[in-house]
Every structure is written in C-alpha cells, then in structure tokens.
C-alpha cells in the first residue's frame, strides 16, 4: 500500500486556508488543495473499498453511522458547501439531503434510513468530486470568505 501522507500544513493543523501571496500564487494553491482533495479522497478510498459491501451497510455499535452512510455524507457535504454555496451551482440529487444531514437523523436511526447502497454512494462521491475539481480549476480563491485563501476547499479536504 502507498503511504498516503497529508501536506504538512494539514498535518500540522494549519490546512485549513492558505496565503495565496498574490496572483500568481494563485495556481500553486490550487494545485495544492487539489492535491489535498484527491489524497483524502484515497485515504478513505484505501480505509474502505477493502471492506465487503455487508460490513459497509451494517451498523456496527449504535454509536457509529453505518459505514456506508459516511461515504455519501462526505461527498453530500462537499457538494453542499463547495458546488453550491462556492459555486452557486443546482443541487445533484436534493433528495437525498436529509438522509446525510448529521443534525437530522442521529447515529441510532441512519441504519434504517433509505441509505444508498455502496457502489452509488461512491459514484455519487465520485461524480461530485469531479465537479469540484472543474470548479476549483475556474475559483479566484479570493474575494469572499468561503473562497479566500481556498478555505471552504481545506475545510472539505479535512472533513
């Protein structure tokens, strides 16, 4: 297995916002969340796709989601906060908000919930993930507080 290793501003504690130092910075940081994007992505890519689609839907202990709830919440999460409060853009799939909606349905009940089953809930994350990718490549990083310095970018990276 890769050694898959976060930046160190990240690991430091620091990841989530950087100094863009002026324009021409402005590509460098994009790669840099882009790079931090994709290898959270394979983190848990790497914590979960060796696990047998049975143990991703089933609830554990009732203190933990099923697994499988998480891996849409965090694409759910990343499309609400960067395609559509950054980028303004149409939800995917709005009917599938309140199912991964953390405040809505506590641990204990998500197992009964009309959860994706896991090969959608990764093509679901996949497919916003590519979107936020195009939008990342077209962001100022600058010039609204969600934007500014990448910061709602850092803050997905670490959710």
Sequence with gaps: MTDVRPPADIEAGT???HDTGGS??????RETIAAELLAARARTAALTDCVEDADLTAQHSPLMSPLVWDLAHIGNQ????LLRNVGGRDPLHPEIDPLYDAFQHPRAERPSLPLLPPAEARAYAHEVRGRVLDLLAASPLEGAPLLDAGFAF???AQH
């Design 78 to 81: 990343e499309e609400l906060w």
């Design 24 to 29: 021409g910075d402005t590509e460098a940081l």
């Design 154 to 156: 850092g803050m997905i």
């Design 15 to 17: 990841g989530t916002s």
